[in-house]
């Protein structure tokens, strides 16, 4: 388990390195400057802005010290919590530069007042996704072909096909503008947290039910189920007992696709829901071509997506060490 | 002789007859089929057949409820909302099939190549899908769109300069989307059809081939290529949606297709900022949007069922 760990962990780096190297000479050769868009700046002022952010270097020495300034220097990670948010610099001497749209504050200071409300976001995502997709696809699988399993079909069809740019408006209209029961946007509340993470959660829900049901039947039709059966356990044993470990790994093996899916859709989420988290910076980075900030933010998007899928699939060993071999 | 050859072993075999006949078995599929057939017909046929217009403006009228004579109402500019559906569908539509026939092409290619040649190349070939797909396509497209833009724009306003090229205002825009989002969706199809030209390039009708002296160019695309037609066919059917669906988030997020131009995207955007005084604008776009991608997928399952091919997607 270990070296499998430690191999998975090997194999990040390069793969880190690539996705590093091609996001920063893609963004740097894209013509015009980051300083193009804005109004008339005189050819003097552009020479300073770009000596100040080093943008008038060659391109090589700009990409050494960027990827320098990465480099973990330190490790100290319990100053991760020290200012607000979460202090990339004091902990591990990560440094990712300075915005260039907006100039008084660093990239390390954005993503530090930005993640963790994206992050937390995401969490109450999933906790619905699998709140709700879980149970739905349990009753489901166990009561096959009645009424019961054709609604929750039905529900996960319609929660895949009605994506979350649709059913976000819809359920601010009838839950905060028709029935007035929570806020419409905002991330101040509890209660501000409800609509963004149903919206965000139902789509992976919907699936998680789909594949909860698909996995269970699959396990249901074993023989040692019919075992089971035959020596007189009951429904209830029968099912959490016997059959939801095994079939809840095609559950298990969605959530890396999941984790992704959701930080993709936290743009659209917070865009909707007015939140200020990294999700809507990292759109409106990438229409003012800060290109630091979209460099920084990519990165720090591949770094949790790898991170969190390594998770997953440790997950998916320690459940079925077969797999380990692959 | 070859020719001939290829043609016997089609028609010796009746899969695709046995498809079709299971196809039009199942409900749903030949419901979504028609569906999408007709909406795409539609867009296409009848905006010029009623001499409907996406642009002309009624300021006067302003955003008015489905009526009698604007079928779905109007919006704030008092212009046609079926109108404006229909002429955002040609715009979905077309990304969606354009670019799904993109990520077909590089695809295919790139997998059977991959597959077909084997060893370190295969293993090169392959780490590279594995890398791009370390992140999630809409980072990715967003960054192609960021990327694309200069280039693009540049494109319309040299477009612009001729007259007789003014139907197609726009167009750098769109032709960036087909690139960023095809760039990303051959992907998967890629890695399908690896994993099919592994298997099919053992069978001994690759060796006689091989024996008889052919390229390798020619046994992949003219050999084998030609045999994986059926989980081709089902995976671009499931590609397009979710080529629409991208399209439709990044118009959504004022990365798509700009105005004067409007996808399914822009409407339901348009829409969802309205929704509080005319809410017709959201329902009307979102249930078209969201019928196509369940006709789509209704369709792309039924044709799994019937060539009986087992793709998993994601």
Same mark, same amino acid.
């Given at each position: 388990?270990?070296?499998?760990? @430690?191999?998975?962990?090997?194999?990040?780096?390069?793969?880190?390195?690539?996705?590093?190297?091609?996001?920063?000479?893609?963004?740097?050769?894209?013509?015009?400057?980051?300083?193009?868009?804005?109004? @008339?700046?005189?050819?003097?002022?552009?020479?300073?802005?770009?000596?100040?952010?080093?943008?008038?270097?060659?391109?090589?020495?700009?990409?050494?010290?960027?990827?320098?300034?990465?480099?973990?220097?330190?490790?100290?990670?319990?100053?991760?919590?020290?200012?607000?948010?979460?202090?990339?610099?004091?902990?591990?001497?990560?440094?990712?530069?300075?915005?260039?749209?907006?100039?008084?504050?660093?990239?390390?200071?954005?993503?530090?007042?930005?993640?963790?409300?994206?992050? &937390?976001?995401?969490? /109450?995502?999933?906790?619905?996704?699998?709140?709700?997709?879980?149970?739905?696809?349990?009753?489901?699988?166990?009561?096959?072909?009645?009424?019961?399993?054709?609604?929750?079909?039905?529900?996960?069809?319609?929660? %895949?096909?009605?994506?979350?740019?649709?059913?976000?408006?819809?359920?601010?209209?009838?839950?905060?503008?028709?029935?007035?029961?929570?806020?419409?946007?905002?991330?101040? !509340?509890?209660?501000?947290?409800?609509?963004?993470?149903?919206?965000?959660?139902?789509?992976?829900? +919907?699936?998680?039910?789909?594949?909860?049901?698909?996995?269970?039947?699959?396990?249901?039709?074993?023989?040692?189920?019919?075992?089971?059966?035959?020596?007189?356990?009951?429904?209830?044993?029968?099912?959490?007992?016997?059959?939801?470990?095994?079939?809840?790994?095609?559950?298990?093996?969605?959530?890396?696709?999941?984790?992704?899916?959701?930080?993709?859709?936290?743009?659209?989420?917070?865009?909707?829901?007015?939140?200020?988290?990294?999700?809507?910076?990292?759109?409106?980075?990438?229409?003012?071509?800060?290109?630091?900030?979209?460099?920084?933010?990519?990165?720090?998007?591949?770094?949790?997506?790898?991170?969190?899928?390594?998770?997953?699939?440790?997950?998916?060993?320690?459940?079925?060490?077969?797999?380990?071999?692959? | 002789?070859?020719?001939?050859?290829?043609?016997?072993?089609? @028609?010796?075999?009746?899969?695709?007859?046995?498809?079709?006949?299971? $196809?039009?078995?199942?409900?749903?599929?030949?419901?979504?089929?028609?569906?999408?057939?007709?909406? @795409?017909?539609?867009? %296409?046929?009848?905006?010029?057949?009623?001499? *409907?217009?996406?642009?002309?403006?009624?300021?006067?009228?302003?955003?008015?409820?489905?009526?009698?004579?604007?079928?779905?109402?109007?919006? %704030?500019?008092?212009?046609?909302?079926?109108?404006?559906? $229909?002429?955002?569908?040609?715009?979905?539509?077309?990304?969606?099939?354009?670019?799904?026939?993109?990520?077909?092409?590089?695809?295919?290619?790139?997998?059977?190549?991959?597959?077909?040649?084997?060893?370190?190349?295969?293993?090169?070939?392959?780490?590279?899908?594995?890398?791009?797909?370390?992140?999630?396509?809409?980072?990715?497209? %967003?960054?192609?769109?960021?990327? =694309?833009?200069?280039?693009?724009?540049?494109?319309?306003?040299?477009?612009?300069?001729?007259?007789?090229?003014?139907?197609?205002?726009?167009?750098?825009?769109? *032709?960036?989307?087909? +690139?960023?989002?095809?760039?990303?969706?051959?992907?998967?199809?890629?890695?399908?059809?690896?994993?099919?030209? #592994?298997?099919?390039?053992?069978?001994?009708?690759?060796?006689?081939?091989?024996?008889?002296?052919?390229?390798?160019?020619?046994?992949? !695309?003219?050999?084998?290529?030609?045999?994986?037609?059926?989980?081709?066919?089902?995976?671009?059917?499931?590609?397009?949606?979710?080529?629409?669906?991208? &399209?439709?988030?990044?118009?959504?997020?004022?990365?798509?297709?700009?105005?004067?131009?409007?996808? /399914?995207?822009? =409407?339901?955007?348009?829409?969802? &900022?309205?929704?509080?005084? +005319?809410? /017709?604008? =959201?329902?009307?776009?979102?249930?078209?949007?969201?019928?196509?991608?369940?006709? #789509?997928?209704?369709?792309?399952?039924?044709?799994?069922?019937?060539?009986?091919?087992?793709?998993?997607?994601?």
């Amino acid at each position: 388990m270990f070296r499998f760990i @430690a191999r998975r962990l090997l194999e990040t780096i390069p793969v880190l390195l690539i996705i590093l190297t091609a996001t920063f000479f893609m963004i740097r050769l894209v013509p015009g400057g980051p300083f193009t868009t804005e109004r @008339a700046v005189s050819p003097e002022v552009l020479k300073n802005l770009n000596a100040y952010y080093g943008l008038d270097r060659p391109l090589g020495e700009q990409y050494a010290r960027y990827l320098w300034n990465l480099c973990p220097k330190t490790f100290a990670p319990w100053r991760l919590f020290e200012g607000d948010g979460l202090d990339l610099k004091a902990a591990f001497g990560i440094d990712l530069g300075y915005s260039t749209k907006y100039t008084n504050r660093t990239i390390n200071e954005i993503v530090a007042a930005k993640l963790p409300v994206s992050l &937390e976001l995401g969490g /109450w995502a999933l906790l619905v996704a699998l709140g709700v997709g879980l149970p739905l696809g349990v009753l489901a699988a166990a009561r096959r072909n009645t009424w019961l399993d054709h609604t929750a079909s039905s529900f996960a069809m319609l929660g %895949i096909c009605v994506p979350t740019f649709v059913m976000g408006p819809l359920l601010v209209l009838v839950f905060a503008i028709t029935l007035r029961w929570l806020p419409s946007s905002g991330w101040y !509340f509890p209660s501000d947290r409800v609509l963004p993470a149903v919206t965000l959660g139902l789509v992976y829900a +919907a699936y998680i039910a789909r594949l909860t049901r698909g996995g269970l039947l699959d396990v249901l039709s074993q023989d040692y189920i019919r075992t089971a059966r035959a020596k007189g356990a009951s429904e209830l044993r029968v099912v959490f007992g016997h059959a939801l470990r095994g079939g809840l790994l095609p559950v298990v093996s969605f959530l890396g696709p999941a984790i992704a899916g959701v930080i993709s859709g936290s743009f659209v989420i917070e865009t909707i829901f007015q939140i200020p988290g990294l999700g809507r910076q990292f759109v409106e980075s990438a229409f003012n071509r800060d290109q630091p900030l979209v460099l920084g933010t990519v990165l720090l998007y591949a770094v949790l997506i790898i991170g969190l899928n390594l998770l997953v699939d440790i997950v998916q060993v320690w459940l079925n060490p077969r797999l380990k071999f692959e | 002789m070859f020719r001939r050859k290829l043609n016997n072993l089609e @028609a010796g075999n009746s899969l695709g007859a046995d498809a079709w006949r299971r $196809l039009r078995a199942n409900r749903a599929a030949v419901a979504g089929g028609v569906f999408v057939l007709g909406l @795409a017909a539609a867009c %296409i046929l009848l905006p010029p057949l009623l001499g *409907l217009s996406y642009s002309e403006q009624n300021l006067a009228l302003g955003a008015t409820p489905p009526s009698v004579e604007h079928w779905l109402g109007t919006d %704030i500019h008092g212009r046609d909302l079926f109108a404006r559906i $229909l002429y955002g569908g040609r715009i979905s539509l077309m990304v969606g099939a354009v670019a799904s026939l993109v990520a077909l092409v590089i695809g295919v290619s790139y997998g059977a190549i991959s597959g077909y040649a084997g060893g370190r190349l295969d293993r090169a070939m392959m780490r590279v899908v594995d890398i791009i797909y370390a992140l999630p396509f809409t980072i990715f497209v %967003i960054l192609m769109m960021v990327f =694309l833009k200069d280039p693009m724009d540049r494109l319309d306003a040299w477009l612009r300069g001729f007259d007789w090229l003014s139907g197609l205002q726009g167009a750098g825009r769109i *032709l960036g989307l087909f +690139a960023a989002i095809g760039a990303v969706e051959w992907l998967t199809m890629a890695r399908i059809v690896r994993g099919q030209v #592994l298997s099919i390039k053992k069978l001994d009708y690759i060796d006689a081939a091989r024996v008889l002296g052919y390229g390798p160019m020619r046994i992949i !695309f003219r050999h084998i290529v030609p045999n994986l037609l059926g989980p081709v066919i089902v995976f671009t059917t499931l590609t397009i949606p979710s080529v629409i669906l991208l &399209e439709s988030f990044l118009s959504f997020l004022g990365l798509g297709v700009d105005a004067p131009l409007s996808s /399914w995207g822009t =409407l339901i955007k348009e829409g969802a &900022e309205k929704m509080e005084d +005319a809410p /017709w604008l =959201l329902i009307g776009p979102g249930s078209i949007f969201a019928l196509t991608l369940l006709s #789509l997928n209704f369709l792309g399952d039924g044709l799994r069922d019937a060539l009986d091919v087992r793709s998993g997607k994601h």
